[in-house]
C-alpha cells in the first residue's frame, strides 16, 4: 500500500511474486488476457484427471488475491466451479492465470479524493451460460467516482 496526498494505492506484488514461487512460475511467458475468451470449460470434457488438493490451493490463493485484482476476477469466478473435481484443462486454465499475473505483478487499486462523487454502476449477465447445469452467471462493479468500491 502506497499513500500520497490525496491517493492511497493497493497493491498486492509481494503477494504475487510469493504465489509464483510456491507453484514454480515465477520464470513463465507472459500472456494477455488472463483466459481465453470463449473458452467453455465443461466438468467432464475427457481429460485427465489431477490433484484436487494442488488445484484447490491455488484457487484459493487466486480467490484471495481477487481483493485488490479486479482484472482476475471474472477468470477466478470461473476455474473454481471445478475445485471439486479438476483435470488437466482446468489446470492449464489456472496456469494461464498465474503467467496473466507474472506480466501484471504491479497492477492494484488507485482511490483518489474527489470533490464530486457520483455512484457508477455496471452490470452484465449470461442467461443459462453453464455447459454443465445450464446456471446463469451475473456480475456487477460498484463505482464512487472513479473508485471502484464493490
Known amino acids: 500500500m502506497k499513500q500520497s496526498l490525496g ?3 493497493i497493491s498486492q506484488q509481494k503477494y504475487v511474486i510469493d504465489l509464483l514461487k510456491k507453484f514454480n512460475m515465477l520464470e513463465c511467458k507472459l500472456v494477455t488476457p488472463p483466459m481465453i475468451a470463449n473458452n467453455k470449460l465443461q466438468q467432464n470434457d475427457g ?11 491455488l ?6 488475491l481477487t481483493n485488490s485484482r ?5 477468470s477466478v469466478s470461473i476455474i473454481s466451479i471445478f475445485i471439486e473435481n479438476p483435470n488437466k484443462l482446468h489446470f492449464a486454465t489456472i496456469k494461464r492465470i498465474l ?3 507474472q506480466g501484471t505483478k504491479n497492477h492494484g487499486l488507485l482511490y483518489k479524493k474527489q ?3 457520483r455512484l457508477i454502476v455496471y452490470t452484465d449477465s449470461d442467461w443459462a451460460g453453464s455447459y454443465n447445469d445450464r446456471k446463469s452467471t ?8 472513479t473508485n471502484t468500491i464493490s
Open 99 to 101: 503467467r496473466y499475473l
Open 7 to 9: 491517493k492511497i494505492f
Open 70 to 74: 479486479l482484472d482476475i476476477l471474472f
Open 47 to 57: 481429460a485427465a484427471k489431477i490433484n484436487s488438493k494442488h488445484f484447490r490451493s
Open 59 to 64: 484457487v484459493g490463493s487466486l480467490i484471495y
Open 138 to 145: 451475473f456480475g456487477y462493479v460498484f463505482c464512487l467516482g
Open 115 to 117: 470533490d464530486e462523487n
